[in-house]
């Protein structure tokens, strides 16, 4: 008996060991925080970038587009036709197509001899005149004149340059250094007379024709430095104003003329082009434009208050360039800016009013 209730007890202590001991597991999982308490507990990190506001002279740019034209360009044609071979670039006075010339040179050897014959009757018709010689300054001009005709001298000696120009006029030179464009005919087609066969451009050097609206007219001045930048590339050229027309048109528009020169080869006869002219402002508050953030469509940047809290400040933008902002406080929204203020520059898409932030 005794045995047995030993064995009871101590089957008792046991369980109640063993009750104790997941009593405690389960008050320790409940005190452990879950995964969202934790994230509801760590404080958020707002690393920023800064820089000190200060007034400066603001580069101001009005932006036009316009289209390049090339200095000199002309349509080249051939003033009599056969046959030609053509090219793509050319230095002054280079052949750039040839005709067959043997039917001009047959005209050219046809005249010559026709021209000799009519010399001999001519001198004949002097001779008989009492003159042993063919200079006119020693002729009357009368006698001279009425050799030359009843001769056939004249006329012969018309033929024999008519040949010659058609004979020279078999080749097609550049009057000017550039490169050829609009070539619609192939070696051995046929080409008529007074047809076009080519442009020949200049592309050493374009002019850009562009208009800027009568408000604008204080931007510029003649020999004014403005920047063209063709759509299909990201280069830069410098250029300067060449020309103002003087007359506003019926839309309130002025033609403006820019010069530049192509430095890389890469501008083209009638290629679209952006013209950035700049008008320097001084005193003005400037701002990157990563600064200006849009909350509910107001322009907003943060100034940076006592090293760590994003303050929200309305602004308005004056000025734009390519790569800044002029601002100044919008004061309807109660706002203020100054010279001195730490603007956040960096990392400000996300913050709210009073966001606490690291200034990296």
């Not at 000696?157 to 250094?177: E, I, V, Y």
Request: aromatic share 8%; proline share 2%; hydrophobic share 40%.
């Amino acid at each position: 008996m005794n045995y047995l209730i030993n064995l009871q007890m101590k089957r008792l202590i046991v369980l109640f060991l063993i009750l104790s001991l997941l009593v405690s597991c389960t008050n320790k999982k409940a005190q452990q925080p879950s995964k969202a308490e934790k994230r509801q507990y760590t404080e958020q990190q707002n690393p920023i970038e800064v820089i000190v506001l200060q007034r400066t002279t603001f580069k101001k740019e009005l932006v036009n587009n316009g289209k390049l034209v090339a200095l000199k360009k002309s349509e080249l044609q051939f003033r009599v036709g056969e046959h030609f071979r053509n090219g793509d670039h050319v230095n002054a006075g280079q052949c750039i197509a040839g005709l067959n010339s043997f039917s001009y040179r047959q005209q050219v050897t046809s005249s010559e001899i026709q021209l000799k014959r009519a010399r001999l009757e001519m001198q004949n018709l002097l001779i008989g005149q009492g003159y042993n010689t063919m200079d006119s300054a020693l002729i009357p001009s009368v006698i001279y004149d009425m050799a030359k005709i009843k001769s056939g001298y004249a006329e012969a000696l018309q033929s024999f340059s008519t040949a010659q120009f058609n004979l020279n006029s078999t080749k097609l030179s550049a009057p000017f250094t550039g490169i050829l464009a609009n070539i619609k005919q192939k070696q051995f087609e046929q080409v008529t007379a007074g047809t076009s066969f080519c442009t020949l451009i200049d592309n050493s050097e374009f002019e850009a024709e562009f208009r800027i609206v009568e408000s604008e007219a204080g931007y510029i001045r003649l020999n004014g430095e403005v920047h063209l930048i063709p759509f299909t590339g990201q280069a830069i050229y410098q250029a300067y104003i060449s020309e103002i027309n003087p007359v506003i048109d019926e839309n309130g528009m002025i033609l403006v003329k820019a010069r530049a020169k192509n430095t890389t080869g890469a501008l083209m006869d009638g290629m679209n082009v952006k013209v950035v002219i700049e008008k320097e402002v001084p005193g003005q508050l400037v701002v990157p434009k990563s600064a200006i953030v849009l909350r509910d469509n107001q322009e907003v940047l943060f100034k940076c208050v006592n090293d760590s809290i994003a303050f929200w400040t309305y602004v308005q933008t004056t000025g734009e360039n390519t790569t800044s902002f002029s601002v100044i406080a919008n004061i309807d929204k109660g706002a203020e800016l100054e010279a001195g203020d730490t603007i956040i520059v960096s990392g400000n898409l996300n913050l709210a009013h009073e966001s606490h932030v690291t200034i990296e």
